[in-house]
C-alpha cells in the first residue's frame, strides 16, 4: 500500500453518523479517527510500535484529551468500540493477549483486558513506523474529520516543512487535488451536480467523471477537507462556482451574479436559470454543506 492509498483509507474510515443530536447538528461519530490519533500519539512516544498498540491507561489517556477538544453533545467517551470496530477497515486488527486471536468480545477497562493489543496490517506496520508518514496521516485525519479543532488537535505537532498539498495551478483551483475528497463526495452525493442535477456514472472508477469535488471554502484557506466542505458539482458548475458566477447560500438556494446577461449567450442564459433554485442535498444530513462554507461563497456572489 502507497502512502496516498492508506491516506484515502484514513478518508474513507467506515464511521457511522448520528441520526439525532443533542446539539442540533447531525454528525460523523468521531471514535475512530480519534482512536488512531491516540496511536499515532504513544507511537511518537515511543509507547507503542505498530505491531503492538496496547490497549492500555496511556492510550485511553490520550484518546480521552482529543475526544474533549472535538466532543458533541450526544458523543460517549469510548475508546472500547472504535479499538474493536477500527477492524472492519482492513488495516487495523485487535488481538487477544495471546498475539493471535481475534478479539470478537467486549473489551472493558480492567485486568482481563490489559494484555490485549492491535495492530496495524496490510502494510501499513511499515507506513505507520515512519515519522513522516504519522505526520501526514495526523493532517489528512484532521482535516478530514476535525477541520474546526485543527490548532488544538496539531498543537505542537504542526509541520514546519512543505504542507503537504502541493500548490494548485492557478487556473484550476482545487480540481483533483485530493483523490480521496473526492471520493467521499462523489459518494455522499451519488455522483450528482448539487445544481443542475446531472449524473454522470462511468464504470471506469472516481478518477475519470465528469462530477467534480469542489470545496466550498478553498482547502489553501482553511485546510478543511471535511465533506461538509464540499459540494458535487459538474464542470460546468464546478467552474462558474469558482469563478463567483453562481453560489449555493445559506438558505440552500443558488444565487447568480448580476453580471451575466441572459442576452448575450445560452451559457449566460442557463446560469441565470439556476437562481432562487434549490441546492440539490445528500440524503444523510450529517453530510449537508455546512453555513459558514455556503455564507463564504454567497457573499462573493453580488446579485
Ligand atoms: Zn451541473
Redesign the pocket.
Known sequence: MTIDQFIERLYNLRVDTTTRDGDGSPHEKPHKPLLLLAALDLLDKGLATPDRIPWNQDLRDCFKSRFDVVRKLNDANDPALPFRYLASDGFWLPLESDGVTPIRREIRVGSDSNLVFARFVDGTDVLVSIPEVRRRMREALVSRYFPQHAMALLAGKLPTAEPIVPKVAEEEPEYGRSPAFRRKILEIYDHQ??????RIRLPLGNEVSFIDAAHLIPFSEARNDHPTNGLA??K??HWAMDRDLIAPCPDHHWKVASILDSRRSTGEKELLELSGKSVLLPKDPAFHPNEEGLRWRCERVSA
Not at 451536480?193 to 446531472?198: Q, R
Open positions: 451536480c448539487a445544481a443542475c442535477g446531472l458539482l459538474c460546468n458548475h
